[in-house]
């Protein structure tokens, strides 16, 4: 089948777009529709939903056929920090997203124009998060940094506990038995929990939150494919996450809990619940996201019968760039970590969005 090669950016303006829908939003789905390898990161819905909340535009690269059919997209935001420097990242603020397309051939197209993309705006970098990787002299595999955690659910609630390893079971149990209650949706009450919780959360951690706006776009761009699920003790917010819900699988995506909930294990019942909550909503399996290698949410992940699986990015540099630095396990933000976890929340929540809107 001919091809015609690269077309960037298929988009109403020149540059991308930041909340326009696309000019050809149909073709856009029905690819991601048919496309076995799509995620929820490659769709429409998503990289609209992430424009709209940063301001950060959007390049579709596609790849078509000779009669004009799409066989390849990669999605493409363009992050601007002035901490953090710039990168085209694919797909923006997402842990997969990557080159999408129906060969090798095409694939190699894609990246080829992902880095022509990144020169003609003179961007430094391309981060792409999942996908095939990329060959070529200018492009470089990252690994052994991050690793996924996903398994089937089983049947019900009691085949569910059987799956996981005993002393995590135990946990559970109690956190059944502990009188917590749960709620589900997307009213602005339960988005205002989550992300009270979730900031909160975060910045014990060290990080910045992300704008509300984000969580808000997201769940609006998804509709009844995204969720918030929280975790109640006497009817007050302990633990929430935030989850997508795609071809059958459950996404817990943005998750936290105050410093109560460990003592309280709502934590552990927040994920069974979610668990329980995706079955009967038909889903078949549970992605517990990725983490980096070494840290506290890998072990934990771990415990409850998951088990690891390397990731692989790649990123692309131009001729005598260096790779922006956004982990904030580097050595090079300890301090700033430090002094994070120190600074009253509503510093944090204000401060906080204007950062993490550069981290993509």
Not at 36 to 42: E, L, S
Not at 183 to 211: C, M, Q
Not at 303 to 323: H, I
Request: aromatic share 8%.
């Amino acid at each position: 089948m001919a091809r015609r090669g690269v077309n960037a950016p298929v988009l109403p303006m020149k540059d991308g777009f930041s909340g326009a829908p696309l000019s050809d939003a149909a073709a856009w789905d029905a690819y991601i529709a048919a496309h076995p390898a799509a995620t929820p990161f490659h769709s429409r819905a998503w990289c609209e939903a992430i424009a709209t909340a940063t301001g950060h535009r959007c390049h579709l690269i596609t790849a078509r056929d000779a009669n004009g059919a799409l066989t390849g997209l990669l999605p493409l935001h363009h992050i601007r920090s002035p901490l953090f420097g710039q990168a085209l990242v694919g797909s923006g603020f997402a842990v997969d997203g990557g080159i999408l397309a129906d060969d090798q051939a095409v694939a190699a197209t894609l990246a080829q124009g992902a880095a022509g993309m990144a020169g003609s705006l003179h961007v430094p970098s391309v981060e792409l998060r999942g996908g095939p990787q990329p060959d070529g002299e200018a492009w470089r595999r990252e690994e052994g940094v991050y690793a996924g955690f996903a398994r089937d659910l089983a049947a019900d609630d009691d085949a569910e506990l059987l799956t996981i390893p005993r002393k995590q079971r135990a946990e559970v149990r109690k956190a059944l038995e502990s009188g917590l209650t749960v709620t589900t949706g997307t009213s602005p009450n339960e988005r205002r929990d989550h992300y009270r919780i979730y900031a909160t959360s975060v910045r014990n951690l060290g990080t910045p939150v992300f704008p509300k706006k984000l969580f808000d776009a997201v769940l609006d761009a998804f509709g009844d494919a995204a969720d918030i699920l929280t975790v109640r003790d006497n009817g007050q917010p302990v633990a929430s996450v935030l989850s997508l819900y795609w071809r059958g699988t459950v996404m817990p995506y943005w998750g936290g809990g105050l410093a109560e909930a460990r003592r309280l294990r709502a934590n552990e019942l927040m994920y069974f619940a979610l668990m329980r909550h995706a079955r009967a909503k038909g889903c078949t399996r549970f992605d517990f996201g990725r983490s980096k290698l070494g840290t506290g949410p890998f072990s934990y992940k771990k415990n409850w019968g998951f088990e690891p699986q390397p990731l692989v990015y790649s990123r692309w540099l131009a001729p005598g760039e260096t790779a922006r630095d956004t982990n904030p396990n580097s050595a090079k933000y300890r301090l700033q970590v430090d002094l994070w976890k120190k600074l009253p929340l509503w510093a944090a929540n204000r401060i906080g969005p204007l950062i993490a809107r550069g981290l993509g």
